[in-house]
C-alpha cells in the first residue's frame, strides 16, 4: 500500500503471529471484510526471534490453530521454533490471508463511527479492531539497584540465541519460569553458570504437557464463568514444564537456583549477607508486558496497564478487541492452541456489532 493512502476496511486486526491468524481464519469463516496488519518482514510471529533450541511444550496436534493440525515435526516430540514458524507460515497461505508487511502501527484513533488505524504505510480506516500484537516486543527487566553499574553484558530473553555465545563465561540467568529454565538448561554444560530465582523453583510434573495445562485453563475459566470455586488456575500446577532438556539438566544436578541478589556490581551481584559472584553476562529472563502502546489513543489503559475486557471486548469501546495478551484476554489465549476459542468469540461479536 503507498504511503498516506487511505483504506477503509470492516476489520483491521494488528499483529499477524499467531493470535493474529487465528482471528483472521474466523473472521473470514464470518464472512467479514478485513486486512492483517504485521510489523514483521516475514511470518511466523515472534516465533521467528526465538533462542535456537526453544521448543514447544506439547505435541504438534495439541498445538495447532483452528482448522488446521499442525504436522509433527519428524524426530521430534515437542516440534521447535523452527517448525512452528513454517507451520504458521503455511497456515496464513493456506487461508490465503491478507496479511499486510511490513506494516507498523503508530495509533488507533476514534473516527466518528469508525475506528481509525495509523501507520507508516497508510491508513486504514475500520468499523472494528483486533488488537493481537503480543507481548516480545516489550520486554520487562525489574528495577535492581546498581543495574546500569554492572561492565558486563546483560540481555534479555528476547536477545539470547544458543549457549555457544556464553561457552567458557560465567553467566548468571534470572528468572523462574519456563524461558530461564529452558535457557539455563541450555547454559549448564560449557558454562559457568548461576540460576538465580525469586522463590524455589517448581516444575510440573514430569508428565504434564501443554495438553494438560491448556485442559486446566480452560476449566478455569469456565468454573470462574459458572461461578464455583477458582481452582487457581496454570499456575497452580507449578511454574516449569519439565520438557526433556530441563529434566535432563535438573537429574543430573546441573540446575540448582540461588535465591534472587539484592544489587549488582561492577562484575557481578551480591546477596544479601554480603557475598558475591562474578558474571561476565546476565540474562534477564524476567518476562514481559503486553504491547499496547498503539492504543494509547484510545484512552483506555486501566488498573496495571490493562485494558479493561468483557472476554476479548474492551469495556469501554466494544468496537475494540484484544486478543493473546494472557488470560485476561481468554483462557490460555497466548498459547498456540488456546488462542482459537477467544479469536472465534471475538470475531462472532464482530459479525453481531457490525450487521
Not at 35 to 51: E, K, R
Not at 136 to 161: D, K, M, N
Not at 325 to 347: E, H, Q
Request: glycine content about 10%; hydrophobic content about 40%.
Amino acid at each position: 500500500m503507498p504511503q498516506h493512502h487511505t483504506a477503509d476496511t470492516e476489520v483491521v486486526v494488528i499483529g499477524g503471529g499467531q493470535a493474529g491468524l487465528a482471528a483472521g481464519y474466523h473472521l473470514r469463516r464470518a464472512g467479514l471484510d478485513f486486512v492483517i496488519l504485521d510489523a514483521d518482514t516475514a511470518p511466523g510471529g515472534a516465533w521467528q526471534h526465538t533462542w535456537d533450541s526453544l521448543h514447544l511444550f506439547s505435541p504438534a496436534a495439541y498445538s495447532s490453530l483452528p482448522g488446521r493440525l499442525m504436522p509433527p515435526q519428524p524426530g521430534e516430540t515437542y516440534p521447535d521454533a523452527a517448525h512452528v514458524v513454517a507451520y504458521l507460515t503455511d497456515y496464513e497461505q493456506r487461508y490465503d490471508l491478507p496479511v499486510h508487511r511490513p506494516v507498523r502501527v503508530a495509533g488507533v484513533h476514534r473516527d466518528g463511527a469508525r475506528l481509525r488505524v495509523e501507520t507508516d504505510s497508510g491508513t486504514w480506516r475500520a468499523r472494528a479492531v483486533i488488537s493481537a500484537t503480543g507481548t516480545w516486543s516489550r520486554p520487562f527487566i525489574p528495577a535492581i539497584p546498581c543495574r546500569h553499574g554492572f561492565q558486563g553484558t546483560q540481555l534479555h530473553t528476547v536477545e539470547y540465541e544458543r549457549p555457544s555465545d556464553f561457552a567458557g563465561r560465567q553467566v548468571i540467568v534470572v528468572g523462574g519460569g519456563n524461558s530461564a529454565a529452558q535457557i539455563a538448561a541450555d547454559l549448564a554444560y560449557d558454562s559457568d553458570l548461576t540460576w538465580v530465582t525469586l522463590r524455589e523453583p517448581r516444575y510440573l510434573a514430569d508428565d504434564i504437557d501443554g495438553r494438560a495445562l491448556f485442559d486446566h485453563a480452560t476449566a478455569r475459566r469456565k468454573a470462574l464463568d459458572e461461578g464455583r470455586t477458582d481452582n487457581g488456575g496454570v499456575a497452580s500446577l507449578g511454574d516449569i514444564v519439565a520438557v526433556p532438556p530441563v529434566r535432563t539438566a535438573r537429574d543430573t544436578g546441573l540446575l540448582k537456583p540461588q535465591p534472587l541478589f539484592t544489587r549488582l556490581t561492577a562484575t557481578g551481584v551480591e546477596w544479601p549477607d554480603g557475598t558475591t559472584a562474578d558474571a561476565d553476562a546476565i540474562i534477564w529472563c524476567t518476562g514481559f508486558r503486553p504491547a499496547l502502546s498503539h492504543l494509547a489513543p484510545l484512552g483506555l489503559r486501566g488498573p496495571r496497564g490493562h485494558i479493561p475486557t468483557a472476554g476479548t471486548q474492551a469495556l469501554a469501546d466494544p468496537r475494540l478487541h484484544l486478543l493473546g495478551y494472557g488470560d485476561w484476554t481468554g483462557p490460555a489465549s497466548a498459547t498456540l492452541i488456546g488462542v482459537g476459542r477467544p479469536a472465534r468469540d471475538a470475531a462472532l461479536a464482530i459479525a453481531e456489532l457490525l450487521h
